[in-house]
Nanobody
Framework: VQLVESGGGSVQAGGSLSLSCEVS????????IGWFRQAPGKEREGVAA????????YYADSVKGRFTISQDNAKNMVYLQVNSVKPEDTAMYYC?????????????????????WGQGTQVTVS
């Protein structure tokens, strides 16, 4: 499984960004895609996840109402719409794939459940 993120950049507080994750090589057992972020000096944290089959979504409390995860299975794409950004949203954003359904993971937002990772895309909020 390969994941490639794009869409990061610099944005002013209150603005919006749309992040994309192209997923290839997905297998039948890979059924949960998550977006994570890591700021300098901080641990990687999950912000959103989506079940490929059924499209159930999960969000961290810190981003609920501002971030939206979605998928286009025909294009093998998962998106993260980031609205009303805050300086604390500044981080490297990664998408990742788990070899299980999201609801089979201990937590769909815990990085430990994911084994395939992209290289990340930087989001900087000023």
């Amino acid at each position: 499984v390969q994941l490639v993120e794009s869409g990061g950049g610099s944005v002013q507080a209150g603005g919006s960004l749309s992040l994309s994750c192209e997923v290839s090589g997905i297998t039948e057992g890979t059924n949960c895609i998550g977006w994570f972020r890591q700021a300098p000096g901080k641990e990687r944290e999950g912000v959103a996840a989506i079940m490929i089959l059924g499209a159930t979504t999960y969000y961290a409390d810190s981003v609920k109402g501002r971030f939206t995860i979605s998928q286009d299975n025909a294009k093998n794409m998962v998106y993260l719409q980031v609205n009303s950004v805050k300086p604390e949203d500044t981080a490297m954003y990664y998408c990742a794939a788990a070899p299980a359904r999201c609801d089979w993971l201990v937590s769909p937002l815990a990085p430990a459940g994911y084994i395939f990772w992209g290289q990340g895309t930087q989001v900087t909020v000023s």
